[in-house]
């Protein structure tokens, strides 16, 4: 009986000497974040003071430089709404006038659609122009979308082809943003029409306002008052510009990152013995397993 209760143990201990050890770990050197407790004479103090981040650039800007932004933008997009509305007002009546010549007017209605996506991309750059950052859409999806997961608005594609997008970004563009260059106008206008009516007026005029005192004042009154109006009107105008661009000619997507697995089980090398000393036996012992 106690002889084979030697055997077990001693099978026991070439277990355990031969048990390979545990391979080395691949995130041993992985940097630790530091804790927000910090020890002050052996006692964990209060919570550490942690400066606030960086705000943003379009939180930085001031009031001059957000009028200014508003400004641009409204040109811009007045010029863009005027432009839209002409070109598919001319190309669709072309097409349909001259497609009984030989279907030269399915080339003119190919043009238009060409035209078509080419306005949808300025239109979102001008979105892109007056939005904050993280609301930036894409005008196309980044190279580096592959390679981790990303979620936003892009420009809808396949807007230059004969598809029901493109049609109704056409609509859109007829319709809607025509509606928004009549509504810049009037912004600008609000903005901006007064004083330069004012500095670009005859002799008689001017001397009204800059010959004296209180006609300055009232200058200076009446355009502050109209610039503080005009620019609430272009923001307020802005928005909804915004909103018809995100609706109209922008959609949703995801792109989804993965990591490979290994399919089949991984073997380890069995690691040399390096445990304490051992008799010869047990070594033999050991060393006929593995031969």
Same mark, same amino acid.
């Given at each position: 009986?106690?002889?084979?209760?030697?055997?077990?143990?001693?099978?026991?201990?070439?277990?355990?000497?031969?048990?390979?050890?545990?391979?080395?770990?691949?995130?041993?050197?992985?940097?630790?974040?530091?804790?927000?407790?910090?020890?002050?004479?052996?006692?964990?103090?209060?919570?550490?003071?942690?400066?606030?981040?960086?705000?943003?650039?379009?939180?930085?800007?001031?009031?001059?430089?957000?009028?200014?932004?508003?400004?641009?933008?409204?040109? #811009?997009?007045? &010029?863009?709404? @005027? /432009?839209?509305?002409?070109?598919?007002?001319?190309?669709? *009546? $072309?097409? =349909?006038? +001259?497609?009984?010549?030989?279907?030269?007017?399915?080339?003119?209605?190919?043009?238009?659609?060409?035209?078509?996506?080419?306005?949808?991309?300025?239109?979102?750059?001008?979105?892109?122009?007056?939005?904050?950052?993280?609301?930036?859409?894409?005008?196309?999806?980044?190279?580096?979308?592959?390679?981790?997961?990303?979620?936003? #608005?892009?420009? &809808?594609?396949? @807007? /230059?082809?004969?598809?029901?997008?493109?049609?109704?970004? *056409? $609509?859109? =563009?007829? +319709?809607?943003?025509?509606?928004?260059?009549?509504?810049?106008?009037?912004?600008?206008?609000?903005?901006?029409?007064?004083?330069?009516?004012?500095?670009?007026?005859?002799?008689?005029?001017?001397?009204?306002?800059?010959?004296?005192?209180?006609?300055?004042?009232?200058?200076?009154?009446?355009?502050?008052?109209?610039?503080?109006?005009?620019?609430?009107?272009?923001?307020?105008?802005?928005?909804?510009?915004?909103?018809?661009?995100?609706?109209?000619?922008?959609?949703?997507?995801?792109?989804?990152?993965?990591?490979?697995?290994?399919?089949?089980?991984?073997?380890?090398?069995?690691?040399?013995?390096?445990?304490?000393?051992?008799?010869?036996?047990?070594?033999?012992?050991?060393?006929?397993?593995?031969?």
């Amino acid at each position: 009986m106690m002889h084979s209760t030697s055997s077990i143990a001693s099978s026991r201990d070439v277990v355990n000497v031969v048990k390979p050890s545990a391979p080395d770990s691949a995130y041993d050197s992985v940097p630790v974040a530091q804790p927000v407790l910090y020890p002050n004479d052996g006692e964990i103090s209060g919570h550490a003071y942690v400066p606030p981040g960086q705000r943003s650039d379009d939180e930085n800007k001031g009031f001059v430089a957000t009028t200014l932004r508003l400004i641009i933008f409204h040109t #811009l997009n007045a &010029a863009l709404g @005027l /432009s839209g509305h002409t070109a598919i007002t001319v190309g669709f *009546a $072309l097409g =349909l006038g +001259l497609l009984p010549l030989c279907c030269f007017g399915i080339v003119i209605f190919r043009m238009t659609l060409y035209f078509v996506g080419f306005l949808a991309e300025l239109d979102v750059s001008l979105y892109n122009f007056i939005s904050p950052a993280d609301e930036h859409v894409y005008v196309s999806i980044p190279r580096q979308a592959n390679w981790f997961s990303l979620t936003g #608005l892009r420009l &809808a594609p396949n @807007l /230059s082809t004969v598809s029901s997008g493109a049609f109704l970004v *056409a $609509l859109y =563009l007829y +319709l809607i943003k025509f509606a928004m260059f009549i509504l810049s106008v009037m912004s600008l206008a609000l903005t901006l029409a007064f004083p330069i009516a004012i500095i670009s007026s005859d002799d008689d005029t001017q001397d009204t306002f800059f010959g004296s005192f209180w006609g300055l004042v009232l200058f200076v009154f009446v355009t502050v008052f109209l610039v503080l109006l005009g620019a609430a009107f272009m923001s307020f105008t802005a928005h909804i510009s915004r909103a018809a661009t995100r609706y109209f000619c922008c959609e949703k997507f995801s792109t989804y990152s993965y990591v490979a697995e290994a399919s089949g089980p991984v073997f380890y090398t069995p690691a040399a013995v390096t445990y304490g000393a051992t008799n010869n036996a047990t070594t033999a012992k050991s060393d006929s397993i593995y031969v």
